[in-house]
């Protein structure tokens, strides 16, 4: 998949960076992509806030690839919303996976030892109703070796939005 660079617009907090941002939803049995709003990866109110927006009837998924680094899922739920970010690492460098973890109530652990291996947190079960488990997604985030616009088309092609995800992120 061809990564577009996003550009933050003027008052958001955060510079620039590379990847996309993008809304999977389904309606009607039926999956279609959507692009985020240009400040997503640098804002995950502005994410959270969009997709609760939507205000469809079916499932919606806010797919964040984070400077080719690492990616979340955002996914409004009855009373509030679920999250899950690749590398929990990433929160010490980009402010939306700190706010990941600030939302999930997790610290960073202070020994820095304990920083040298990335780990997936927050709500891996976060895609089990649309086809992928907890643990096939735990071990799609842990593929260090595959970039995070990678991992998330192996999420569209489990989950069944592969083609919609494609056709987004490929229009230029």
Do not use: H, K
């Amino acid at each position: 998949m061809a990564v577009q660079s996003v550009q933050a617009p003027a008052g958001v907090r955060g510079q620039a960076l590379p990847g996309y941002a993008v809304a999977a939803i389904r309606e009607a049995g039926r999956w279609r992509c959507r692009r985020l709003g240009p400040d997503s990866l640098v804002d995950l109110d502005a994410v959270i806030t969009e997709l609760r927006a939507l205000r469809v009837e079916g499932a919606v998924v806010g797919l964040l690839d984070v400077d080719d680094e690492f990616f979340v899922l955002v996914r409004p739920v009855p009373g509030g919303i679920a999250l899950m970010l690749s590398d929990a690492v990433a929160a010490i460098d980009y402010d939306v996976a700190a706010d990941v973890l600030d939302l999930l109530r997790v610290e960073l652990p202070p020994d820095e030892d304990a920083l040298d291996d990335p780990w997936p947190e927050g709500d891996l079960s976060i895609l089990a109703d649309l086809g992928m488990t907890a643990e096939e997604l735990e071990v799609l985030a842990g593929e260090l070796e595959l970039y995070p616009d990678e991992q998330l088309a192996a999420i569209g092609r489990r989950c069944g939005f592969a083609d919609a995800l494609a056709e987004v992120v490929d229009a230029r």
